[in-house]
């Protein structure tokens, strides 16, 4: 049975640049379903994702809520909203979503509620995250039709929290790979306006400045690198990836790397930043899909990374995994890949 005029809502925390942000966009641009039409309400602000979908045609509402502390008026307008759009389907998009999203379309008569988890480490760092989480893991019994992780190990992580498994289903990322190319002139202009040369071998990193993402550890194994490889350079690309992020700045002069580090910060061309350089290194301490690992071997890059998340049942047996929070490990994992020739490194990306 084909249905159609299915109407879905999705409710997000922000809509900032980052792993979820992304792959709502890439839902939402791909061929819709006959009859089917779809809204975005974002918890904060319409950010430049926000802006992004817009341009789809697909409308985008912000509640303007200020870091993430919901007021009571700010729900009752969501209720309002929900209530009035009368979606047939309510899809919310991490914690602070599910837990808002979900009790507002409940509120609003919606029951065709689904949750999406998007990472599989407990966020350590954020109280309100904790708290969201454990209330999430305590409505899941009840509140969502089915709980949409993006990995496998994020099912497993959150059952061990206490979310009910049998409305669990894995559904993991996915991504257009033609869209994952770049030409050999825009290559070699990128790498020249960043000072590289035909000499120097890159190492690079995509991914947003947050303790998860494991820079610090980068930079730790980087000045072992450094040490035996005169010639690697490395490439951050992410938001707050830049010369104003000071805590970023003060690593790097601690260890005499400023040099070393090419900071390009949060970009909107990510497959031209991934052809500058020759080998991809993923440091996380905690990932539940990890996209810029698998956007890296769409670009044929030999990845080095830490065994977190799905990171391991994404690469196969192509890539070099290492522990996390092992800068040791790591600078090992890199300069195995350095110790390559260039065509090696080609025949294995």
Not at 158 to 176: E, F, K, S
Not at 189 to 205: E, P
Not at 323 to 342: F, K, N, T
Request: one cysteine or more; proline letters at 5%.
């Amino acid at each position: 049975m084909i249905v159609s005029n299915i109407k879905v809502t999705h409710v997000i925390t922000g809509l900032d640049s980052g792993g979820a942000e992304t792959m709502l966009y890439r839902l939402l641009s791909a061929a819709p379903s006959a009859g089917s039409t779809a809204e975005v309400i974002s918890l904060t602000d319409i950010g430049p994702v926000g802006r992004r979908i817009e341009l789809l045609g697909i409308p985008v509402r912000a509640l303007g809520m200020k870091r993430r502390v919901p007021s009571p008026s700010a729900f009752l307008r969501l209720v309002s909203w929900l209530r009035r759009s009368r979606p047939d389907v309510v899809q919310t998009w991490m914690y602070h979503a599910d837990l808002l999203g979900g009790l507002a379309a409940f509120g609003a008569g919606r029951r065709n509620i689904v949750w999406n988890i998007r990472t599989a480490g407990v966020p350590r760092q954020n109280g309100l995250t904790i708290a969201a989480m454990r209330s999430c893991a305590v409505l899941s019994r009840w509140l969502p039709k089915r709980i949409v992780c993006v990995a496998e190990a994020a099912k497993q992580a959150h059952i061990g929290y206490g979310y009910d498994a049998t409305r669990m289903v894995v559904i993991p990322n996915g991504l257009d790979p033609h869209e994952f190319t770049a030409t050999a002139a825009d290559t070699a202009a990128l790498r020249s306006s960043c000072g590289i040369t035909a000499d120097d071998t890159v190492i690079g990193c995509v991914g947003r400045f947050h303790p998860d993402k494991g820079h610090d550890n980068l930079v730790k194994a980087a000045a072992l690198v450094v040490a035996s490889h005169p010639r690697a350079k490395f490439l951050l690309v992410g938001r707050n990836c830049d010369s104003g992020n000071a805590t970023l700045g003060t690593w790097l002069d601690e260890r005499g790397l400023g040099g070393r580090f090419v900071l390009l910060g949060e970009r909107d061309d990510i497959p031209l930043c991934l052809s500058a350089m020759d080998v991809f290194c993923m440091p996380s301490s905690n990932e539940g899909f990890p996209n810029a690992l698998a956007e890296a071997m769409a670009m044929g890059l030999p990845c080095v990374a830490t065994n977190v998340g799905d990171a391991a049942i994404v690469t196969g047996d192509a890539a070099v995994m290492v522990a996390p929070r092992d800068e040791r490990a790591l600078a090992r994992g890199l300069m195995d890949v350095l110790d390559l020739s260039p065509e090696e490194r080609r025949q294995w990306g």
